[in-house]
T-cell receptor, first 113, second 112 residues
Framework: DQQVKQNSPSLSVQEGRISILNCDYT??????FLWYKKYPAEGPTFLIS?????DKNEDGRFTVFLNKSAKHLSLHIVPSQPGDSAVYFC????????????FGKGTKLTVNP | DSGVTQTPKHLITATGQRVTLRCSPR?????VYWYQQSLDQGLQFLIQ???????AKGNILERFSAQQFPDLHSELNLSSLELGDSALYFC???????????FGPGTRLTVL
């Protein structure tokens, strides 16, 4: 049972445009959500997170939106740059214990010059 | 650079063998997590240690074990290796038991 789903295995956008990566979850106990970026042969790099008490968090070109009623979150990258090309993982956790991360399977973003 | 180090970077071994993967967390981080990334399963949580004590277990096989030492580095021991154990193994650390975890570069294990 996959609790965190990224239904788009890949996404291609033009440089300068917006990239929108989506993530759905099924476990209503999740209260903290994160996005990681991963380049080949490297470990995941933390990008941005959001607590379930918020519906938006912004950090530079990256914004994460959380819709709790729909159990959906998205990552917006504006403007997209070729260096953003990587695999993006959505992850979720439940506070107050291990806070182990449950990951989606990732979306490969390609930003074309 | 996340500040988390893992050794070795690559490991090639045969079925039935035993290997040890090592992780040094970021300076000051007390919590260490181990994850496995295989082609079809994505990143899966294996086990967490906090300040030397096991904190949580995920889908970790009985053939696998881990520990965290007084200097806070951690080792993941994999024994009786099978072909299906071939994967990337990541270590992550956090200051306390925190969801914002910082990942090392991983160890690629190939079992032949």
């Amino acid at each position: 049972d996959q609790q965190v789903k990224q239904n788009s295995p890949s996404l291609s956008v033009q440089e300068g445009r917006i990239s929108i990566l989506n993530c759905d979850y099924t476990n209503s106990m999740f209260d903290y959500f994160l996005w990681y970026k991963k380049y080949p042969a490297e470990g995941p790099t933390f990008l941005i997170s959001i607590s379930s008490i918020k519906d938006k968090n912004e950090d530079g070109r990256f914004t994460v939106f959380l819709n709790k009623s729909a159990k959906h979150l998205s990552l917006h990258i504006v403007p997209s740059q070729p260096g953003d090309s990587a695999v993006y993982f959505c992850a979720a956790s439940v506070s107050g214990g291990s806070e182990k991360l449950v990951f989606g399977k990732g979306t490969k973003l390609t930003v074309n010059p | 650079d996340s500040g988390v180090t893992q050794t070795p970077k690559h490991l090639i071994t045969a079925t039935g063998q035993r290997v040890t993967l090592r992780c040094s967390p970021r300076s000051g981080d007390l919590s260490v997590y181990w994850y496995q990334q295989s082609l079809d399963q994505g990143l899966q949580f294996l086990i967490q240690y906090y300040n030397g004590e096991e904190r949580a277990k995920g889908n970790i096989l009985e053939r696998f074990s881990a520990q965290q030492f007084p200097d806070l580095h951690s080792e993941l021991n994999l024994s009786s290796l099978e072909l299906g154990d071939s994967a990337l193994y990541f270590c992550a650390s956090s200051v306390v038991s925190s969801a914002t975890q910082y990942f090392g570069p991983g160890t690629r294990l190939t079992v032949l």
